[in-house]
Structures are given as structure tokens and as C-alpha cells.
């Protein structure tokens, strides 16, 4: 009898996995299928609704609508997730949209690549266009509002009209990427309508102007952020009006990032400083999906930029800095931290220490050491405005090894002492809290 039960439970066991098996199977097909259907692979209707009806597809074949969906900043979440965990992001992803689309019966998504899905849904015999949208739209903001709470990402929505024809699913899927077009101007976590958005303004081309480019470079130079900030403003906002091609925008935005390099360079400061990712700045321009990200991301460059220069003590320099002072700046900046030399820094310059030491003070108007120490208050200044460390932990932060050497070079940079300025800090933070 026993036997008989244990045959009888492997053969249920057996069952279920091969059920298993052919639902898998079959999933695969209808993905397959619609892919090609989307792609424009089938030609022929009545191939198109035998394999319809054959894969048991929820949406019927009238009144179909394709929507585009892209996981915002997908090229970002594959530099911080391995493979696995964006594999696990992705199938997650479908499965929440997918169990918010059964509840209509008439929809099926499917991944396509990397960050993107496609849902076909059929509204059957509704021929109110009004009612079609307002039932999609709910759906999809749905998922829209679902995703963020269990995956901590956004994403947006490309809509296409309707389309009558099986056929004619090739023509609203490229639609539907088309509107996802809008995502660069109107932003993330959005779903993109033709009614709702209306008629799309041409696209022409557009260049930096040499007038402004010089004033970007100039007021770089003399550290005037808000003056850049203003300028980069007013670029973004003609960008926004006019709507030139990604090209030119990219091409535009390689510009700006070539002005901060310039003058990182002519300040002695390492252009990597500049950016926190090892990818290349133009690269990164390509990464971002939206006018305003591209905008905050040139604008983090610029204030870094400024930021460095303020540091280093080196606005205001009468020109560019030679190479062989730039590398003994750029050591200073990385290794400030640390106990050095002028001779450390020589050998870096590779060049003596008497000739770095002319060279150093007739170039930067003040002696290595006197730019070195005026580099370590100017970090040790910011470490206490951020009020995160203690001052004997700031200290040996930026690269002294005693406290009353400290007290003294900080006093007589500064005209306080590192507890008043402490003090100062504190006030005008509670002031500014009132």
C-alpha cells in the first residue's frame, strides 16, 4: 500500500512538473510571438491570429494599444546591481505589472531588452477613445505608483493610438518609443499620451555661442559660480524652448564640459577630480535621460570645479600654471593627508626641489609649504563647517601631525582660532535655522 502511495505522489509530483515545464514553455512563445508581431516579423493575418488564438494570448485582436515601458536611469542601476540582481530587479518588475494587467484579462507584457517592456492591450469593442485612454491610463498608473514601493525605481510610459489592425501593431509600437521621447523634456516617473501632449514641436540644431562660452570660461575662472550658474541656466532653458536634436545637446553639453577642463587644467587641478565615476564626462552625458538630470549633472561639475579652486587657494591666478606646477599641486591635492616633502613633490615634478621651489612660488605667488598648510586649512575649514568630526579628528584629517602647529598656522590664515571659527559656524547655522 505504501508503495502504491509513493507511486501515486511521484506521479503527481511528475505531473505538476511537467505542467510546469509547458506553462514555461509557452510563456516563452507568446513572448516570442509578440515580439515578432511588434517587430513587424509576421505578414500575414491569418498566420497572426492562428498562433493568437493557439497561445491563448489575454487580449483579443480588436482595438489594440501598445505601451513602451523604460526603467528610469537603467544605465545607472547597472553600474550599482551585479547581473543577478538585475536580473531579479527586472523579473520583479514584470511580475507586479503583469499581476496589475491580469486584473483587466486583456493585456500581455513582455520584456524586450535591458530596461524595457512592451504591453499590448486590447480594449475589444469599446469605440469610445475617451473611455480606451481612461482605462489604460489607470492601469498604467497603477504600475506606475505600485513599482516605487517594492523596488525603489520609477519608470515611464510610451502610449500609442489605437490601431484596428494586427497588423498594424509595428506602427504604434515605434509610436509608442516615440513618445517615450518626451521623457528628456517632461522628466521621469511619467506616462506619455499623443492626447495629452499634443503636437510635437520640430526639432532643429543648436550651437554654444562663442560670446557665452568665453563668459562661462571667465567667470569659471574668477570662481563666480552664481555667474556660470545663471549662464547655464539660460542654455538650458533655450535648449528646452527650441528642442534641438540629442546631438546637438550632447554636443553642447561636451562643450561645457570642456570649458571646466580647461580651466581645471590651468588651475592644476586633476580633471578626475572633477567626477565621481571612472567613465569618461562624455559618456556620462549620454547615461542621462533627462534635460533637468543633464543640467543638475553640468552644474554638480561646475560648483565641484569652483569648490576645488576655493580649496586650493588658487583663484585669481594671473594665468595657466606650467606643467611641472601642476603636477606638485596635484600632489599636494591627493596626498595632503599624508607627511611629505617638497622633495616628494620634486621627485613627482620630476625636477629638483630648489628649481620646484622657484618655480612653485614665482608661478603661485606664495612658497610650497605656505600653499600646502593654506590647502590643509581651507579642508580643514570645510570639515568644520560640516560639523561631522571632531577638531582632533580633523587634525590629523588634512595631514598635520601636531595640534599647537595647527592652532598657529590655522589662527593666522583664518584671524580665529579653530574653536571660534567652530563657534562661528554653529551661530550662523542656528541663524540661519531661525
Known amino acids: 500500500m505504501l ?16 505542467d510546469r515545464e509547458l506553462s514555461i514553455g509557452r510563456s516563452v512563445q507568446r513572448r516570442e510571438f509578440l515580439r515578432r508581431l511588434l517587430e513587424g516579423d509576421i505578414a500575414s493575418r491569418d498566420e497572426a491570429g492562428e498562433k493568437w488564438d493557439a497561445l491563448g494570448l489575454r487580449p483579443s485582436m480588436g482595438n489594440l494599444v501598445v505601451t513602451v515601458v523604460e526603467i528610469d536611469d537603467f544605465s ?6 551585479s547581473p543577478a540582481e538585475m536580473h ?24 524586450l531588452e535591458k530596461g524595457k517592456f512592451a504591453i499590448v492591450l486590447s480594449l475589444d469593442q469599446a469605440n469610445s477613445q475617451l473611455y480606451v485612454y481612461s482605462r489604460l491610463y489607470g492601469a498604467l498608473n497603477r504600475i506606475r505608483t505600485e513599482i516605487p514601493k517594492y523596488l525603489n525605481i520609477t519608470a515611464c510610459f510610451g502610449v500609442s493610438g489605437v490601431c484596428r489592425d494586427v497588423l498594424d501593431l509595428p506602427r504604434a509600437y515605434r509610436e509608442a518609443e516615440a513618445m517615450l521621447g518626451e521623457k528628456f523634456y517632461r522628466g521621469k516617473n511619467r506616462i506619455f499620451m499623443k492626447e495629452q501632449i ?8 543648436l550651437v554654444l555661442d562663442i560670446r557665452e562660452e568665453k563668459a562661462i570660461l571667465s567667470a569659471l575662472r574668477n570662481g563666480e559660480f ?16 527650441r528642442r534641438p536634436s540629442h546631438k546637438s545637446i550632447q554636443m553642447i553639453c561636451a562643450e561645457l564640459i570642456n570649458i571646466a577642463n580647461k580651466v581645471s587644467k590651468d588651475a592644476g587641478i586633476e580633471i578626475a577630480e572633477l567626477y565621481e565615476s ?31 579652486m576655493q580649496d586650493a587657494n588658487i583663484i585669481g591666478l594671473a594665468g595657466p600654471v606650467s606643467d611641472i606646477t601642476q603636477k606638485a599641486i596635484a600632489y599636494i591635492r591627493r596626498y595632503y593627508g599624508k607627511d611629505f616633502s617638497l622633495a616628494d613633490a620634486a621627485q613627482e615634478a620630476g625636477v629638483s626641489p630648489s628649481y620646484l621651489s622657484r618655480l612653485f612660488k614665482e608661478e603661485c605667488g606664495m612658497g610650497f609649504t605656505e600653499y600646502l598648510n593654506r590647502f590643509r586649512v581651507e579642508r580643514a575649514k570645510r570639515l568644520i563647517e560640516e560639523g561631522e568630526m571632531k577638531l582632533k579628528e580633523i587634525v590629523h584629517n588634512v595631514g598635520f601631525n601636531h595640534y599647537n602647529y595647527f592652532f598657529k598656522v590655522f589662527k593666522e590664515m583664518t584671524g580665529m582660532t579653530p574653536h571660534e571659527y567652530e563657534l ?3 551661530r550662523d547655522q542656528k541663524v540661519g535655522v531661525d
Open 198 to 205: 499634443g503636437e510635437k514641436r520640430e526639432q532643429g540644431f
Open 76 to 81: 545607472f542601476l547597472e553600474d550599482k546591481y
Open 226 to 241: 552664481e555667474n556660470a550658474e545663471r549662464r547655464i541656466e539660460g542654455i538650458f532653458a533655450q535648449i528646452s524652448n
Open 424 to 426: 562661528a559656524c554653529k
Open 278 to 308: 571612472r567613465e569618461s564626462p562624455y559618456e556620462i552625458i549620454q547615461k542621462h535621460e533627462t534635460l533637468e538630470d543633464l543640467k543638475a549633472w553640468v552644474l554638480g561639475r561646475y560648483k565641484k570645479l569652483t569648490d576645488l
Open 3 to 18: 508503495e502504491i502511495l509513493k507511486l501515486a505522489e511521484q506521479s503527481v509530483h511528475e505531473r505538476h512538473e511537467i
Open 88 to 111: 531579479k530587479l527586472l523579473m520583479t518588475f514584470l511580475d507586479i505589472s503583469d499581476k496589475i494587467l491580469r486584473e483587466s484579462e486583456s493585456a500581455e507584457m513582455i520584456h
